[in-house]
């Protein structure tokens, strides 16, 4: 990946953005921040570092401003304006209540917008009336979408790939919007399914054993199977349980390495020369799936299988990487479908987080547990008073339970009826957030009850490398 895909800012704004972290860095250390704070601080200055020894071919020296101020664009994992988004594969910041600037984002990372056209043409081809998230522009920005979509009318195969990193035993509602998107893609396109589940980078990133990581990635396989997945077209794999078990999936893991440099992962990931060696490796491994012969079971050998992944925006570094090594090893580019982070309850500022009960609504949550939170924590975009607010109306664009609605009510025309209503005054928040609750209780009880179906042994056969079912030769 060229350097230039690593952020954007001239070297002079680099240099004063470097020393304004620098002494954030000191404030939090000074006063004894958490720990997370002081982290996610650092992991910052360290990016920043990054792209400006990128963007001047030199180290960052406090007492030695760049010589040349002239601008340099680019793409890349995190913005360094001040006022600009952070995003890489682990940090999300905005300074906006709106939440990230999608746009500017499809033109840092290089990506396309997925426009009225394409939707269109997805409905022309699957026969299917768009999915709400495509709909609404949840999955926004995409890779070669119209690569897909001519294979799929020529009847050639391709197959889907989407994962998850098992960081804890509860999954909150956020976790779950690729995978009920990509099983509405596996049901109009009718095709395989491979699922990854990245416990060897939990373990590498976060404070666990190799024996909690694995068993976070058997219990959040259940809640992805409650999600309704065909076990006759879905494989689901753990990596410290896969990797051992298949020389294919391996050897391509190899290959991967061989074609990336450690400049290369510096350069796109922030990795540093104190991160270990796992870390700098793991890029790889979630590179490889995107290539069929890692699945010789379902496959057999062949390398000519198109790959569509749906994920998160912030997971496109790992795609971007593979997408520039395919070419060299002889596979076809992964094509990529990109969405929006689920924001959480206190804002569109960050992603949810598991590790903070409060800012998440979890799958194990009870109808009364989910009516607190939404009441008590839920950002709103009304006005201080009853009165204000009757005169001037809400701001759909920051109000939390309206964002959650358009991510799970499934009528347009009563979302669009709530916009208008809270927009004109006539809706008070309280009664905004009782439409949320009124979704989001019988959703999350529906889930709990189809998880309860999903015995040990029904994990083990998703479990299991096996062939899969699909019509194409």
């Known amino acids: 990946m060229p350097n230039s895909e690593q952020g954007c800012g001239s070297p002079l ?9 620098g002494e954030l860095v000191r404030g939090l250390k000074a006063r004894n921040a958490a ?3 002081i982290d996610l601080a650092v992991k910052m200055l360290l990016s920043l570092k990054t792209s400006y020894k990128a ?6 020296n406090m007492d030695c401003p760049p010589r040349d101020p002239a601008p340099e664009s680019g793409e890349g994992l995190a913005a360094t304006d001040a006022d600009e988004d952070f995003v890489d594969p682990w940090t999300v910041q905005t300074s906006s209540a709106k939440g990230v600037d999608y746009d500017k984002l499809i033109v840092r990372f290089g990506s396309s917008k997925i426009d009225k056209e394409l939707v269109n043409r997805i409905e022309r081809v699957t026969g299917q009336r768009p999915h709400r998230f495509l709909r609404r522009g949840i999955f926004f920005s995409h890779r070669d979408m119209h690569q897909i979509l001519d294979a799929y009318e020529n009847k050639k195969p391709f197959y889907l790939y989407t994962g998850r990193g098992p960081s804890s035993e509860a999954m909150h509602v956020g976790h779950l919007i690729p995978f009920i998107f990509t099983k509405w893609l596996q049901d109009v396109f009718n095709v395989p399914l491979v699922i990854q589940m990245t416990d060897d980078e939990k373990y590498l990133w976060k404070d666990l054993t190799l024996e909690q990581a694995y068993g976070y990635a058997v219990e959040n396989a259940k809640d992805i199977i409650a999600c309704g997945f ?5 494989f689901i794999f753990s990596d410290l349980d896969y990797m051992g078990m ?3 999936f391996y050897k391509n893991v190899v290959k991967i390495q061989k074609h990336v440099t450690f400049n290369q992962v510096k350069g796109i990931f922030g990795f540093t ?4 060696i796992g870390k700098i490796s793991f890029p790889a491994i979630q590179a490889a799936p995107s290539f069929s012969n890692s699945f010789p ?11 569509l992944i749906p994920c998160a925006i912030d997971q496109d570094p790992y795609f971007r990487m593979t997408r520039d090594v395919a070419p060299r090893i002889g596979y076809p580019k992964p094509a990529l479908l990109h969405s929006t982070f689920f924001p959480a309850l206190q804002g569109a500022q960050t992603k949810m987080s598991a590790s903070d009960p409060n800012s998440s609504i979890f799958l194990t949550d009870t109808a009364k547990q989910i009516k607190t939170k939404v009441n008590k924590h839920a950002f709103s975009g009304g006005r201080d008073t009853v009165e204000e607010h009757r005169q001037f109306g809400g701001n759909c664009d920051v109000d939390v339970s309206f964002m959650y609605l358009t991510f799970f009510l499934e009528d347009d025309d009563k979302l669009e009826q709530i916009r208008k209503d809270y927009t004109s005054g006539a809706m008070l928040t309280g009664e905004l957030k009782q439409e949320l609750i009124e979704v989001l209780q019988p959703l999350i009880a529906e889930h709990q009850a189809r998880r309860k179906e999903v015995t040990d042994e029904i994990v083990k056969e998703f479990m299991t490398p096996r062939k899969l079912f699909y019509d194409f030769q």
């Open 13 to 21: 704004e680099l240099f004063h953005r470097i020393a304004a972290q």
């Open 35 to 37: 720990k997370d704070e």
């Open 55 to 60: 963007a001047t071919g030199e180290d960052y």
């Open 230 to 234: 065909d076990i006759s077209k879905t």
């Open 246 to 248: 298949s020389p294919g």
């Open 273 to 276: 020369d104190s991160d270990c």
């Open 297 to 307: 079971q379902i496959f057999r050998d062949r390398t000519d299988v198109q790959c």
